[in-house]
């Protein structure tokens, strides 16, 4: 039994996470990915706080199931090998800034010379066609831009980060959405495309529900903390030991929660008796709910909360989150053979589960050009005298 994407090849010319992470999860699925780097490789294997024999673990979580390729571009030999490789693969993915390809000779219009049904995905910042294409741009700015500063953080404090790069993974996702879809429509018309997924589209598609009601009212929305601008209760608590989130916006688990509290009258209370007045009355209900839960310990509440199905959770670190049963169980730890410097790592898993497809343990994420030479040998047929050429010319690196 073959992996879902196990006919497809992909070129990835890839740096540090959204393109890396786009050609993960396709690698993941089956596909075959030739990571082409420069002669420097890519910059993610420079990338702290921790190594293991000078290689990133950075690199190593973005990069397994590749295989890597260095290529010198701006050379004639480098172009033309890349060339080869088009002939004999179905996908480009890049996260170029716009201009970058083109003065590669490796944008979607070159490429479809060599194969008509390519399909070339790129990734970028603002778009090839706005004003500020050429503007550097990286999750920070795009989170800041695309309006998610503004909704993360509590009231009255600062504009917050989201923890995780939200952008450039989220445009991975929606990369390899893009490229599905595309290699769909080349099979069936033998004609392949270009896919673009900015990474300021990709935050503004975030803004889903908070863009809408802003774009219907006018209304500009806030920071709401660990809470949610249309739901009550729907927020962290404290308890006496730790802290966690409750759900109980919906009747049922309204007066469930009232119930674990002990508190019938808050159901009964004219404040809190609908949703809409528990909106209205948040601050009043927030203190109420501080103050009752600060009386029992977290694991206390949430046994309690579950035994009434109350939605209820901890607020885990990354350490706890990792160690769950429930993580666990899905084998959303994975751990990897490093090959090449003989290290077994452990890492985040594919959240994509299948019935029906092969499972394999994930693939060592490649040193820099440990592939090279096998791939001009098996896959471009070249003679060990080209290779070397090549070689010596510094138009490849193996």
């Known amino acids: 039994m073959m992996q879902c994407l196990g006919d497809i090849r992909v070129i990835e010319v890839g740096q540090v996470l959204a393109a890396p992470f786009a050609g993960m999860i396709l690698g993941d699925l089956g596909a075959e990915v030739i990571k ?3 002669p420097a490789g890519d910059s993610a294997r420079k990338t702290p706080p921790h190594y293991y024999k000078g290689e990133s673990i950075y690199f190593m979580t973005l990069n397994r199931n590749k295989k890597s390729v260095v290529l010198d571009l701006a050379q004639e030999g480098g172009h033309e090998v890349f060339c080869d490789l088009v002939k004999n693969c179905h996908v480009v993915l890049d996260n170029l800034r716009p201009g970058v390809a083109e003065k590669l ?25 706005t004003p500020d294409a050429f503007k550097p741009a990286f999750d920070l700015m795009i989170q800041a831009r695309g309006g998610g500063m503004s909704l993360t953080g509590v009231p009255g404090g600062p504009p917050v980060r989201m923890g ?29 495309q270009k896919v673009e997924v900015p990474l300021l589209s990709t935050m503004i598609s975030l803004l889903s529900y908070e863009a809408g009601l802003h774009l219907y009212s006018g209304e500009v929305p806030g920071p709401v903390g660990s809470g949610h601008r249309s739901l009550m209760p729907y927020n962290a608590v404290a308890t006496a030991d730790g802290h966690m989130v409750i759900d109980a916006h919906l009747p049922k688990f309204w007066s469930a929660l009232c119930q674990v509290l002990e508190r019938p009258d808050l159901e009964r209370d004219p404040r809190f008796e609908t949703l809409e007045g528990r909106n209205r009355n948040r601050e009043e209900l927030l203190s109420i709910l501080d103050a009752e839960f600060s009386r029992r310990s977290r694991l206390q509440w949430i046994r309690a909360l579950e035994a009434a199905g109350v939605p209820c959770a901890p607020i885990q670190d990354v350490k706890e989150a990792l160690a769950d049963p429930a993580t666990l169980a899905l084998n959303m730890v994975s751990e990897i053979h490093h090959t090449g410097v003989d290290l077994r790592f452990r890492t985040p898993g594919n959240p ?5 497809a092969m499972q394999k343990p994930h693939v060592s994420p490649p040193l820099l050009g440990e592939h090279t030479e096998g791939v001009l040998k098996n896959l471009l047929n070249y003679e060990g005298e080209k290779i070397e050429a090549l070689r010596k010319s510094g138009a490849i690196i193996s």
């Open 105 to 129: 000779k490796i944008h979607h219009e070159a490429l479809a010379r060599h194969n008509p049904g390519i399909v070339c995905c790129s990734i970028n910042g603002y778009g090839s066609r």
């Open 352 to 356: 994509i589960s299948m019935s029906k």
């Open 164 to 192: 995780v790069s939200i952008s450039d993974h989220v445009a991975a996702i929606y990369a390899v959405v893009g490229i599905l879809s595309a290699l769909h429509e080349s099979r069936r018309t033998g004609v392949g």
């Open 36 to 38: 082409v780097e420069p």
